[in-house]
């Protein structure tokens, strides 16, 4: 069943349940996100939304509910297998390593070598990953000065880019952002958002974590609200506004009443 215009849903979520001991940090959550849909992710500090895409990224097991990825029931062990599977989860750290260069971070772990001295040795084929890196950054309309220097040199929007880079790169068949915009100049937070853009012509769809919600009016299809864990509201960014979604965010409205305290 096709949602909100879009196709059937690459992943789906059913009544996912994270528990720390005694708390509940995410209480039966579901979540469709279909092939070319950006869907903002929001909710106050605790709302539930990093465990959530913690829990479709391997980095946490719920322990009630189902995760459904391109059709299939889906568990993934390790962060690695959700990346193998090809969900692609760029946090605010964005994991890079800083003393490597741009082609390095980009085949981090899936290095290309080359054969010398009749295969004896094999030594890392630099020049080819380099070239192949920056054919995918340049094919996401992004330009870099120097593609040899480390990446602790450049900014905090070109780091970014590479990080988004490395999954399109990998063929990241869905893409989490976490914060992606968060400590960017403004001209970095507009490429930033050109880029989702990007990935939702190519069918790539998105989860964008953010606070700053003028970000995410301008590039989600919708907006997922969470509040002390649970999904509160469901919204199509043209049927709603900040001043709803904040409302929602603080537990002042609830569109589901089987959420609601007894």
Not at 204 to 228: G, K, Q, W, Y
Request: neutral net charge.
């Amino acid at each position: 069943m096709a949602t909100n215009g879009h196709t059937d849903p690459v992943l789906s979520l059913r009544n996912i349940v994270k528990r720390f001991g005694g708390l509940t940090a995410v209480k039966d959550v579901d979540l469709d996100v279909s092939g070319g849909e950006v869907v903002g992710l929001v909710g106050d500090n605790g709302a539930g939304k990093s465990t959530l895409i913690k829990c479709i990224s391997g980095v946490y097991h719920p322990e009630e509910g189902q995760i459904i990825f391109q059709g299939k029931a889906a568990h993934f062990p390790r962060p690695i297998d959700a990346r193998d599977a090809g969900i692609e989860t760029i946090y605010q750290d964005l994991a890079l390593a800083g003393n490597l260069n741009v082609g390095a971070n980009i085949f981090l772990g899936r290095e290309v070598r080359k054969s010398s001295l009749g295969g004896l040795i094999k030594t890392l084929n630099n020049k080819y990953m380099t070239n192949e890196a920056k054919k995918v950054v340049e094919s996401l309309d992004i330009h870099l000065p120097n593609y040899e220097q480390q990446i602790n040199n450049l900014s905090g929007g070109q780091r970014q880019s590479v990080a988004i880079a490395r999954a399109v790169y990998w063929d990241a068949k869905m893409m989490i952002m976490d914060e992606p915009t968060n400590n960017l100049g403004v001209p970095e937070q507009r490429k930033v958002l050109e880029i989702i853009r990007t990935l939702r012509e190519r069918r790539v769809p998105v989860i964008l974590i953010s606070h700053t919600l003028p970000d995410v009016f301008e590039v989600a299809d919708r907006i997922v609200i969470m509040h002390r864990g649970r999904k509160v509201a469901d919204k199509r960014v043209a049927e709603t506004n900040s001043q709803e979604v904040v409302q929602y965010m603080v537990g002042a409205l609830d569109d589901f009443p089987e959420t609601r305290s007894a």
